[in-house]
């Protein structure tokens, strides 16, 4: 047996200890080894050091609570940390592309007048069909995307189906979409 084999299964071995006991000890290695691992994978791919530390923790705290969700047959722990990690460092970008309170216009807005109004129910009207006509296996995946505001591979962790078939799907039920709304 190889050395990164035996390290491997010792993660695995300590993941199923939090999951099933929540051993804080076995936690404590865990952390003790992946969270200043995170916090530089963090950090090279851009944030900066306390953006990094505040991630490394958020995805350390996953770890802890959603042990349950780790499938050794379908990832290495570091795998699962890592794109755990990954996932973390896309939601601080997107938060941070949000426009503060302060930033957005206040008064009133622009008043579509009736024309536009009513074309827009139309394509709403338009769009709940096509959603409703779609195989259920598409839809549900398209709703937790873009109503649920979930990533692909949070769908993922949350279904348990592979990445591939998750991104497969909602390509196949985009593109019906667009047939139905031309």
Avoid: Y
Wanted: hydrophobic residues 40%.
């Amino acid at each position: 047996m190889n050395e990164r084999h035996t390290s491997d299964a010792r993660w695995v071995r300590l993941v199923e200890r939090v999951r099933s006991d929540k051993d804080q000890a076995a936690f404590g290695e865990l952390f003790a080894h992946f969270a200043p691992r995170v916090k530089a994978f963090l950090m090279k791919s851009g944030a900066d050091s306390s953006l990094a530390e505040e991630c490394a923790q958020e995805v350390m705290a996953t770890v802890w609570h959603k042990a349950q969700l780790f499938d050794p047959e379908r990832a290495s722990v570091a795998t699962w940390v890592f794109t755990i990690a990954r996932n973390r460092r896309i939601d601080a970008l997107r938060k941070q592309r949000r426009p503060e309170p302060e930033d957005l216009t206040w008064g009133p807005e622009h008043e579509p007048d009736q024309s536009e109004t009513i074309a827009l129910q139309q394509e709403s009207e338009q769009l709940g069909r096509a959603l409703a006509a779609l195989p259920e296996k598409q839809r549900v995946l398209i709703e937790r995307a873009f109503f649920g505001e979930l990533s692909h591979s949070e769908i993922a962790a949350e279904t348990g189906l592979p990445l591939g078939t998750i991104k497969s799907r909602i390509r196949l039920a985009l593109e019906r979409l667009r047939q139905e709304m031309k």
